[in-house]
């Protein structure tokens, strides 16, 4: 079948270098427009067997491929994807809502993830150990060598479906592994044209191999023929995962709860607009969207009214419109549950000074105030357009509310003092501290990742492959 021209409709499953139909095809729908835009397989337990059997019978195919020639590989996967980048983009923003400029800015910034990839496959090394410290080891050579896994699965979200993927197969491809891929429910045509790409680009049958619905997730992580297992998405399946796998490694990106710190000291205009662009775009779907927003008290005032006037500015509507800022959440449920929230805070005393109301699959960008710890939209992952601000009075104490939650994935601080950027540093328990910037802050070749219950392991080309690959050691007496 020409996966090509029935992409849009009927999405396929690639199992061993064949595009595959499933038995059952499910509808993929249009969360602004509530109409079906696609068709993809609900994968069985007989493709998944397909799917490792070939992955497993290609892992000594992708590992025996040199070095170059994997970097080769993802450089024309990397090319095509420019070309093809404005397509991409459009199937993006009718399946999950995004705005068409964030659909595509997703598309054209994964250019750097395969790029780095590439990099990397040409410089993954061990190391030299001397062992002439003792006596035991004197006069004898010893290496530790790096080599690939095997069988990597990976599990992708909806909410940066065309990067996020490319942050699992990029690396594990560049390593030398091959791949079981199952997509998101809500995006499984973005996965389809990244699986186009490689597929286009050369990739050996057998290397990439992808499912969807929602049934072999559960299977496809217990299974032993799974040797690593890289997943993004919730802490809850999260700790599903770790449960299910055994002493298996894997690499999990959970959940966060978008925590900024701002000084007295701050640029109180670029930290508003920062915090303000940053809580809605992607319709706060995104882990280190920005959520809860500590303030000093004595800018307090002049912040959230700057805070205010900026989420205001932001335009919500149609996501295929250029000039829409804010799509839609991915479907209506999930914002009615956001809704539901508010409207608890609402109860419980928190004011909404802009925002809070809801039409289908869309929510108004929200800011809230007078909120309290305990309540869901501070304490709990909103994932969602939704921001609330609380003051402060002594910067030791922000820092460690931000380090006792029980996320731990990016938080932003903003100061002008070098003093007080240490300091959050070295007390703030978390993955990442952005000095003058939000918790939204990631570029693909940094270390991204969490502690606590925003996950295990980090994400970045670089970092990536050193999980997906395992050290042995070499021992030679001379």
Same mark, same amino acid.
């Given at each position: ?204 049958? !057998? ?5 969807? !619905? ?18 993004? !998405? ?16 894997? #690499? ?97 005393? #928190? ?103 925003? !996950? ?23």
């Amino acid at each position: 079948m020409d996966s090509s021209n029935q992409a849009i409709k009927r999405i396929p499953m690639l199992i061993g270098g064949e595009w595959r139909e499933g038995a059952t095809m499910d509808p993929v729908n249009d969360p602004y427009r509530n109409e079906i835009v696609s068709y993809q397989p609900r994968s069985t337990r007989a493709d998944l067997d397909a799917a490792l059997n070939a992955a497993v019978a290609a892992k000594s195919v992708i590992a025996a491929m040199p070095g170059f020639e994997r970097a080769a590989l993802l450089r024309r996967v990397s090319a095509l994807l420019l070309e093809r980048a404005d397509m991409i983009a459009e199937v993006m923003s009718r399946e999950t809502g995004k705005a068409i400029k964030d659909a595509r800015g997703e598309v054209v910034r994964s250019q750097d993830t395969i790029n780095l990839s590439a990099e990397e496959a040409i410089r993954i090394e061990g190391e030299h150990i001397p062992l002439d410290g003792s006596a035991m080891g004197a006069g004898k050579i010893a290496l530790m060598l790096r080599f690939p896994v095997g069988v990597i699965a990976g599990i992708t979200p909806f909410n940066a479906p065309f990067n996020l993927a490319a942050h699992k197969v990029a690396p594990a491809i560049a390593s030398g592994n091959a791949v079981v891929l199952k997509g998101p429910p809500q995006a499984p045509g973005v996965v389809h044209e990244l699986t186009r790409l490689f597929v286009d680009a050369g990739t050996p049958p !057998g290397v990439l191999n992808t499912l969807y !619905g929602p049934d072999v997730g559960p299977e496809l992580v217990r299974d032993p023929r799974v040797d690593f297992v890289t997943f993004t !998405g919730s802490t809850r399946v999260g700790a599903e995962i770790k449960a299910a796998t055994g002493l298996r490694r894997v #690499a999990l990106e959970l959940g966060g709860a978008g925590q900024t710190i701002v000084h007295d000291d701050a640029d109180i205009g670029e930290a508003a607009t920062t915090c303000a662009r940053n809580s809605m775009r992607l319709a706060g779907q995104s882990c280190i969207s920005v959520q809860t927003v500590y303030v000093h008290r004595a800018v307090y005032d002049a912040f959230v009214e700057k805070l205010v006037a900026e989420v205001r500015t932001l335009k919500l509507g149609d996501p295929a419109d250029p000039q829409t800022d804010v799509g839609t959440l991915i479907d209506e449920r999930t914002a009615q549950r956001i809704e539901s929230w508010v409207r608890e805070a609402e109860a419980g005393g #928190a004011r909404i000074l802009t925002g809070g109301k809801r039409k289908g699959a869309q929510l108004e960008p929200t800011v809230l105030v007078d909120v309290t710890p305990s309540m869901k939209v501070v304490c709990d992952e909103v994932f969602g357009p939704v921001v609330s601000v609380l003051p402060y009075d002594d910067f030791g104490a922000a820092c460690a509310t931000v380090s006792d939650s029980r996320f731990g994935l990016q938080c932003g601080v903003f100061t002008k003092s070098i003093h007080l950027a240490i300091q959050a540093v070295r007390s703030i328990r978390t993955g990442g501290v952005i000095i003058n910037g939000s918790s939204t802050w990631r570029t693909d070749q940094l270390a991204y990742g969490g502690v606590k219950d925003s !996950g295990i392991g980090r994400e970045g080309p670089r970092y990536a492959i050193r999980d997906m690959t395992e050290e042995r050691l070499m021992l030679l007496n001379l």
